[in-house]
């Protein structure tokens, strides 16, 4: 897994400080409801250099409102990501509006319940935001726990990485029907997909290799992503 990234945790308050291992700072600043960040100044960044590590912060709101500002002060204080989650809110929603106010940040979920869509509506939702962010969106996916996919979002709770690794090959292969008009057949133990009529079909793009990442905490939800994933996102436990 090549990408080396530090996520700093911002949350929309005034009074929340938040101090990373390395060189970045979060503290309450004159954005309404979101955090300002002081950040990368040289004496902070003597033991990590930007070259060799990238700094993100998770966009965390309360209020639609409240991303074009968190953006575009992020932006403008050199953090190179910005990543949403599925807690409070629908995790893609934000992205959109992020890539409306910002030309460089790279943009992701960290993470997008897997198991809560089909590899279809994935797909879908990462072919246009890689579009609409000319390359800078990630496709981060996590498993969730057992309770959540079955109480929560209704799902059935069957075989998290065996299902996680048909989720990913499923979207790729649907990505390659779109880029190459290969015809889709991808029929695997979870997802049988053979129909894509060009009607549902969109067109191809200059982005389609689009990097996903995987979220876990055991050893196997590890090899999985260093077997076909271009990241993994460590619990924020660890």
Same mark, same amino acid.
């Not at 960044?45 to 990238?54: E, G, L, W």
């Not at 912060?57 to 989650?85: H, I």
């Not at 979920?109 to 939702?125: K, M």
């Not at 079909?201 to 994933?229: K, W």
């Given at each position: 897994?090549?990408? $080396? =990234? /530090?996520?700093?945790?911002? @949350?929309?308050?005034?009074?929340?400080?938040?101090?990373?291992?390395?060189? *970045?700072?979060?503290?309450?600043?004159?954005?309404?409801?979101?955090?300002?960040?002081?950040?990368?100044?040289?004496?902070?960044?003597?033991?990590?250099?930007?070259?060799?590590?990238?700094?993100?912060?998770?966009?965390?709101?309360?209020?639609?409102?409240?991303?074009?500002?968190?953006?575009?002060?992020?932006?403008?204080?050199?953090?190179?990501?910005?990543?949403?989650?599925?807690?409070?809110?629908?995790?893609?929603?934000?992205?959109?509006?992020?890539?409306?106010?910002? $030309? =460089? /940040?790279?943009?992701?979920? @960290?993470?997008?319940?897997?198991?809560?869509?089909?590899?279809?509506?994935? *797909?879908?939702?990462?072919?246009?935001?890689?579009?609409?962010?000319?390359?800078?969106?990630?496709?981060?996916?996590?498993?969730?726990?057992?309770?959540?996919?079955?109480?929560?979002?209704?799902?059935?709770?069957?075989?998290?990485?065996?299902?996680?690794?048909?989720?990913?090959?499923?979207?790729?292969?649907?990505?390659?029907?779109?880029?190459?008009?290969?015809?889709?057949?991808?029929?695997?133990?979870?997802?049988?997909?053979?129909?894509?009529?060009?009607?549902?079909?969109?067109?191809?793009?200059?982005?389609?290799?689009?990097?996903?990442?995987?979220?876990?905490?055991?050893?196997?939800?590890?090899?999985?992503?260093?077997?076909?994933?271009?990241?993994?996102?460590?619990?924020?436990?660890?």
């Amino acid at each position: 897994i090549p990408a $080396r =990234r /530090l996520c700093v945790w911002s @949350r929309p308050r005034h009074d929340h400080v938040l101090e990373s291992q390395t060189c *970045a700072v979060l503290s309450a600043g004159e954005i309404p409801g979101c955090c300002k960040a002081e950040v990368f100044s040289d004496a902070a960044c003597r033991t990590v250099s930007r070259d060799d590590m990238k700094f993100d912060a998770s966009l965390l709101v309360r209020d639609l409102k409240q991303v074009p500002a968190l953006v575009r002060f992020a932006e403008k204080a050199k953090f190179d990501g910005l990543w949403t989650s599925e807690t409070a809110h629908e995790p893609f929603l934000p992205l959109a509006l992020a890539v409306e106010h910002s $030309r =460089r /940040l790279s943009l992701g979920t @960290r993470i997008a319940v897997a198991f809560a869509r089909s590899p279809a509506v994935l *797909a879908h939702i990462g072919w246009d935001l890689a579009r609409f962010s000319q390359g800078r969106f990630i496709m981060g996916l996590g498993t969730q726990v057992k309770g959540h996919n079955e109480r929560r979002f209704g799902m059935k709770w069957e075989k998290p990485v065996e299902k996680m690794r048909e989720v990913i090959l499923a979207m790729r292969a649907i990505w390659d029907c779109w880029q190459n008009q290969t015809p889709l057949n991808f029929q695997g133990e979870f997802f049988k997909l053979n129909l894509m009529t060009p009607f549902f079909s969109p067109p191809p793009h200059d982005y389609s290799d689009i990097p996903i990442f995987t979220a876990g905490v055991n050893p196997r939800m590890c090899q999985l992503a260093g077997e076909l994933c271009q990241g993994f996102h460590a619990h924020p436990l660890h």
